[in-house]
């Protein structure tokens, strides 16, 4: 695989690994907010980043167990599934049914996260790194700004059911 070939790759990996964290930190509460959630509420969501900061605990079973590829192909049906679920939700409802996908799309991301950062590093030769750290930063950063802005943006123009069922595609 040519240079150019693998960082087109990691270009790719990078947007996918940061859209769920954009979706969950920068959309959702937008979401949740056009559908009357309180404040409280909806600052209690900082919860669901607790996968992101603990995904060290099981990062040695992902290691261990399957390969990499099979790892992120798993999540991210897993994932399009948890993201495809959002709108038929009850923002206002609370309880597990609200809870559980977005613990799900975090715990998901998370795992992806781990598999797509030990795939890259296999990846990549050590002349390469320095590049792929550069375009891994800015594909993930305009992951953020998708799943943020563009996505809010898109709910305007075509309503929130629509955009998650965009969004999971």
């Known amino acids: ?7 087109v790759w990691v270009a790719v990996l990078y947007f996918v ?3 769920p964290f954009g979706l969950i930190h920068n959309a959702l509460p937008v979401f949740f907010r056009t559908h009357g959630v309180g404040l ?3 600052g209690l969501m900082s919860l669901v980043s607790l996968p992101w900061t603990l995904k060290f ?6 290691d261990a167990v399957w390969t990499m590829r099979r790892w ?4 991210q049906v897993l994932l399009v599934a948890a993201i495809a679920v959002l709108p038929w939700l009850n923002p206002g409802g609370g309880g597990l049914a609200l809870w559980a996908p977005l613990l799900a799309i975090a715990l998901f991301s ?8 030990a795939y890259t590093i296999r990846l990549l030769d050590e002349r390469e790194l320095g590049m792929a750290n550069g375009v891994r930063v800015t594909t993930y950063r305009i992951a953020l700004i998708v799943a943020g802005g563009v996505f809010v943006a898109a709910a305007g123009w075509l309503g929130w059911t629509s955009t998650f069922i965009l969004g999971a595609g």
Request: hydrophobic letters at 50%.
């Open 110 to 117: 998370a795992t992806q996260d781990i598999a797509i950062d």
């Open 40 to 42: 409280k509420e909806i």
């Open 57 to 62: 605990l099981w990062a040695p079973a992902v």
């Open 1 to 7: 695989m040519t240079s150019r070939t693998k960082l």
């Open 72 to 75: 992120f192909v798993s999540c």
């Open 17 to 19: 690994e940061g859209f």
